[in-house]
């Protein structure tokens, strides 16, 4: 007995006891080490399955023959311990898949922003060449710009010096037409003049004719007289003729000072056009040559932003095929356990996972609480199926109108709990009162066949979530 109080159940009692009633004894002990043995080598062939990885394995009828009571609950925490690896098996196995899934298309985008990087800064340095050229060439335009101003300047000067000059032109032309003027008003004066000297000298030499040999001498001073009134006549009447042709010219010239004043203004107005015209050019050129310097400064900072990024897209690529190294690897690790094909779509919602775990082994510890009690064979009240966790967590899920709660399997999980808390109220009622051990055997088999069928529920619930 002390060996097998050391864990050794493969030993047994051998003496033979001097009397029949020891002797029923020690067999009844050596029965009960045999299926203690075989139960402890039921639950050890389920660990070493789950050992090699193979959480297929599921008992049958033999081996959870007798798992009632604390080896019930045992062996109910192992299913659970299969169900829970199975479960983060798949969860691995299945974020493994999606990360490996995602790696790929992270490393493909990688190495398009890469290309797209390279491509842009290629583009970018081409524009940024371009842009110091037409920088340069705005810069050259607002020099000859300035250059053209500076002469526009001059030349409206010019033009305002020559029209000063023109209206001088123009105001002497026009003393001199008055001059002319006047001369020619005097030449017909001594043209008068001469006319009336020619007739008084007619007169004079008819008189001088009249007085015979006594006006000789006088008519010979008439003649001569008349001949200098004709010459006066003749070069007053030249004389008029030059200042008649000097008049026509000195009008012809006003006209053409008068067309040269008006050329001038005309000019010194399209002159001050053009400055106009070249201001304007000039501060647009300069808003131009700024807006190209902002535009410089804004291709610098995308050529700095396309660097960064195409560092961020070598980083992400080298990421990518460490996580994707990491993923082959949990794959590779999940690959070598054997789980059941419907854990691996039942996974999806951790947290209710984590949730129905907790029910059962709650469960679990509702039928050892009760178990502990059953040496005092005391008829207490088992808890209402309503008032444990799982319980309310069924009542909440049904106010809350969730989409499994109208699958029938839903309505088998509630069976199977009220269930349970029947058979276990069942279970101490019979206890307290002595029943047979052959209806409290039965009793117990109900109570852990129902609390498998609990769990396989539970279970049900994760795929109708997923």
Not at 2 to 18: L, M, Q, W
Not at 52 to 58: E, S, V
Not at 113 to 122: F, H, K, R
Not at 301 to 321: E, G, H, P, V, Y
């Amino acid at each position: 007995m002390e060996k097998v109080n050391n864990g050794f159940f493969e030993y047994t009692i051998k003496t033979k006891s001097s009397t029949k009633e020891l002797q029923t004894l020690v067999d009844i002990i050596n029965k009960m080490i045999d299926r203690t043995r075989l139960k402890i080598d039921s639950l050890n062939l389920l660990l070493n399955n789950y050992a090699q990885g193979d959480y297929r394995f599921k008992k049958d009828e033999n081996h959870i023959k007798g798992m009632y009571g604390d080896f019930g609950i045992l062996s109910n925490s192992t299913i659970i311990l299969g169900q829970s690896s199975s479960q983060l098996i798949a969860m691995i196995t299945n974020a493994g898949k999606k990360l490996e899934q995602n790696t790929k298309t992270l490393t493909n985008s990688s190495n398009e922003l890469s290309v797209s990087s390279s491509n842009q800064a290629l583009s970018l340095k081409q524009t940024s060449v371009a842009l110091e050229q037409i920088t340069q060439n705005i810069k050259n335009n607002n020099e000859n710009m300035n250059q053209m101003l500076k002469i526009s300047d001059e030349l409206n000067t010019d033009a305002i010096t020559g029209s000063k000059f023109a209206a001088q032109t123009f105001s002497s032309m026009d003393e001199i037409s008055k001059k002319v003027k006047a001369i020619n008003e005097a030449i017909t004066v001594i043209d008068q003049i001469a006319f009336q000297t020619n007739i008084l000298s007619l007169n004079a030499a008819v008189e001088a004719a009249t007085a015979g040999e006594a006006g000789k001498g006088f008519a010979v001073v008439a003649g001569e007289v008349r001949n200098l009134a004709n010459k006066s006549a003749q070069a007053a009447k030249e004389i008029k003729e030059l200042v008649e042709s000097a008049n026509f010219e000195t009008l012809d010239g006003k006209n053409n000072v008068d067309t040269m004043i008006k050329g001038y203004e005309n000019l010194a107005l399209k002159i001050s056009q053009t400055k106009d015209i070249i201001h304007n050019v000039t501060i647009f050129s300069k808003e131009q040559e700024l807006g190209i310097v902002q535009i410089n400064e804004t291709v610098s900072k995308l050529d700095f932003t396309t660097q960064k990024n195409a560092k961020t897209a070598i980083n992400i690529d080298r990421l990518s095929n460490e996580v994707s190294d990491l993923s082959n690897k949990l794959l590779q690790i999940t690959s070598a356990s054997k789980i059941d094909e419907k854990y691996y779509d039942m996974v999806e919602n951790v947290d209710l996972i984590k949730e129905l775990s907790i029910y059962k082994n709650e469960h679990l510890n509702f039928k050892k609480r009760y178990f502990k009690l059953l040496n005092r064979y005391e008829n207490c009240k088992v808890d209402d199926c309503k008032s444990c966790n799982m319980g309310k967590w069924i009542i909440s899920c049904e106010s809350q109108n969730e989409i499994f709660t109208k699958d029938e399997k839903w309505h088998i999980l509630k069976n199977h709990h009220e269930n349970l808390h029947e058979k276990m109220q069942e279970y101490i009622t019979q206890n307290s009162n002595k029943s047979e051990n052959k209806v409290l055997k039965n009793s117990a088999n109900e109570i852990e066949e129902i609390t498998i069928k609990i769990f396989d529920s539970l279970n049900d619930i994760l795929y109708l979530d997923s």
